[in-house]
């Protein structure tokens, strides 16, 4: 080769040479725009995944706050359906306390005559027992401390001692529990 020919091809290398590392700083250069490129499309998706994220968040909220309002709301129905069948009978015996309550004077009144008097025991313990399964229970109130959530005072009498103060005398009219209810408040008189 020729010192000629010897030039010519370093000159052609050293073009060549330019040429790559010209394309390399080219390649460089698409490279970091790329990356710019890539790292806001990244972001993007980031952003979109986060948003996503919040949105799930606040409809699972949702859900659970719904979820438990139907369940108070169907506990809540339960409850009631069950208490108005257990208390269903309340109108009609609160209708027939004024029968039994007659029933009891005419048998305080028959003392003397014990026939007529067994009769109507038999059909009062028949017509207890009646009310009694369906969930009636009297009030015991005679010798019990006053308790307005049970008892009504119809009058006050005076106590023969402080031991007796606050305490039911005497009932005028008996009260019942209709399923651990307050059907009726007893009537009482009350020492003071």
């Known amino acids: ?14 073009d060549t040479s330019s040429d790559i590392h010209q394309h390399e700083a080219e390649h460089k250069a698409d490279t970091k725009k790329e990356r710019r ?10 952003r979109q995944v986060q948003e996503m994220g919040e949105k799930l968040a606040e409809m699972n909220d949702k859900y659970v706050r719904l979820y438990s309002e139907y369940e108070n709301y169907r506990k809540r129905t339960n ?3 069950a208490d ?5 009978s309340k109108d009609m015996i609160k209708a027939v306390l004024p029968v039994v ?7 305080t009144a028959m003392a003397d005559s014990d026939a007529s008097k067994e009769g109507v025991q038999l059909i009062y313990n028949k017509l207890m027992n009646i ?16 308790d307005e959530n049970l008892h009504e005072a119809v009058t ?7 031991s007796q103060k606050g305490l ?23 020492a003071i």
Not at 131 to 146: C, D, H, M, R, V
Request: charged share 40%; aromatic share 6%; net charge negative.
């Open 156 to 162: 006050q009498f005076p106590a023969t001692d402080e």
């Open 1 to 14: 080769m020729t010192q000629e020919e010897k030039e010519k091809e370093t000159v052609n290398r050293q």
């Open 79 to 81: 409850t009631e359906k």
């Open 84 to 88: 108005l069948i257990i208390n269903g």
């Open 131 to 146: 009310l009694s399964q369906k969930g009636l229970k009297p009030i015991e109130a005679k010798g019990t401390k006053f």
């Open 168 to 190: 039911v005398v005497d009932v005028v009219e008996k009260g019942y529990f209709l399923n651990d209810k307050v059907l009726r408040f007893a009537k009482v008189v009350v």
């Open 101 to 107: 309550d007659d029933m009891e004077r005419a048998l």
């Open 37 to 46: 490129k890539r790292h806001e499309r990244n972001s993007d998706h980031d």
